[in-house]
C-alpha cells in the first residue's frame, strides 16, 4: 500500500470514529468491521485509538450482555467528543476543499 494512503487514513481516522459514533453507539469490534469497508483500516489500529479516544472523555464506554459470548464494551460519543466532531468535521471540510482546488488548478491566489 501507498505509505502515503496509508497517513491519510490514520489522519483521518479518528474523524471517521467519532462521525460513526455520532449515529449509533457501537462496539470495538463493529467500528473496526465498518472502518475495514469504509477506508480498509485494520482492527489492531482502532482500540489504542479507542482507548485514548476514552482517556481524553471524546467517548465514554458501558457493558452490554451477550448471548455469543462475554459482554460487550460499547463506546458512546460524550458531549466533548460531539464537540470535536463538529471542529474536525468543518477543518476536514476546508482542507479538502482547498487541497481539491489545487488539484483542479481552481487554488485562491493572494
Same mark, same amino acid.
Given at each position: 500500500?501507498?505509505?502515503?494512503?496509508?497517513? =491519510?487514513?490514520?489522519?483521518?481516522?479518528?474523524?471517521?470514529v467519532l462521525a460513526l459514533?455520532?449515529? #449509533?453507539? *457501537?462496539?470495538? %469490534?463493529d467500528i473496526a468491521s465498518?472502518? #475495514?469497508?469504509? /477506508?480498509?483500516?485494520g482492527e489492531g489500529t /482502532?482500540?489504542?485509538? $479507542?482507548?485514548? $479516544?476514552?482517556?481524553?472523555?471524546?467517548?465514554?464506554? %458501558?457493558?452490554?450482555?451477550? #448471548?455469543?459470548?462475554?459482554?460487550?464494551?460499547? %463506546?458512546?460519543? +460524550?458531549? *466533548?467528543?460531539?464537540?470535536?466532531?463538529?471542529?474536525?468535521? #468543518?477543518?476536514?471540510?476546508? =482542507? +479538502?476543499?482547498?487541497?481539491?482546488? /489545487?488539484?483542479?488548478?481552481?487554488?485562491? +491566489?493572494?
Amino acid at each position: 500500500m501507498d505509505p502515503n494512503l496509508v497517513q =491519510f487514513k490514520k489522519g483521518v481516522l479518528e474523524l471517521c470514529v467519532l462521525a460513526l459514533l455520532s449515529r #449509533s453507539d *457501537s462496539y470495538g %469490534y463493529d467500528i473496526a468491521s465498518r472502518l #475495514s469497508d469504509a /477506508i480498509d483500516m485494520g482492527e489492531g489500529t /482502532i482500540y489504542p485509538l $479507542m482507548r485514548r $479516544m476514552q482517556k481524553d472523555e471524546l467517548v465514554s464506554t %458501558y457493558l452490554v450482555e451477550s #448471548s455469543s459470548g462475554p459482554p460487550r464494551k460499547y %463506546y458512546r460519543l +460524550t458531549d *466533548s467528543g460531539r464537540r470535536s466532531l463538529d471542529v474536525q468535521k #468543518s477543518a476536514w471540510n476546508d =482542507f +479538502t476543499h482547498s487541497v481539491a482546488a /489545487i488539484l483542479d488548478g481552481q487554488e485562491k +491566489t493572494r
